[in-house]
Nanobody
């Protein structure tokens, strides 16, 4: 079975920085794109950033210039460095990945369980 486990969330003040990690584990054959989404209270889940296995990266306009996504393929881990945090960044952050796994290398989309980030003013 494949699992994505996030870590690194927390409570911090306006302008602070935080780094989230998400590690994939299990019977993984390969990982295509990895990314981050977030869901604020009372709002729909929104895409934040993604990174493909060849290195192509893209960000939502709301985080461009403040957040940096990266990955360590040897560790099957994706990171999200968040700087200049604002109260509107408060949300549960979820990682996701397209992973080929198991005996037949089936490609499926997986989600992590989420980690809370709270930014106070």
């Amino acid at each position: 079975q494949v699992q994505l486990v996030e870590s690194g969330g927390g409570l911090l003040q306006l302008g602070g920085s935080l780094r989230l990690s998400c590690a994939a584990s299990g019977s993984i054959c390969s990982i295509n794109n990895m990314g981050w989404h977030r869901q604020a209270p009372g709002k729909q889940r929104e895409w934040v950033a993604h990174i493909f296995n060849v290195g192509s990266i893209d960000y939502a306009d709301s985080v461009k210039g403040r957040f940096t996504i990266s990955r360590d393929n040897a560790k099957n881990t994706v990171y999200l460095q968040m700087n200049s945090l604002k109260p509107e960044d408060t949300a549960v952050y979820f990682c996701d990945a397209q992973i080929s796994s198991g005996r037949y290398a089936a490609l499926r989309h997986f989600w992590g369980q989420g980690t809370q980030v709270t930014v106070s003013s």
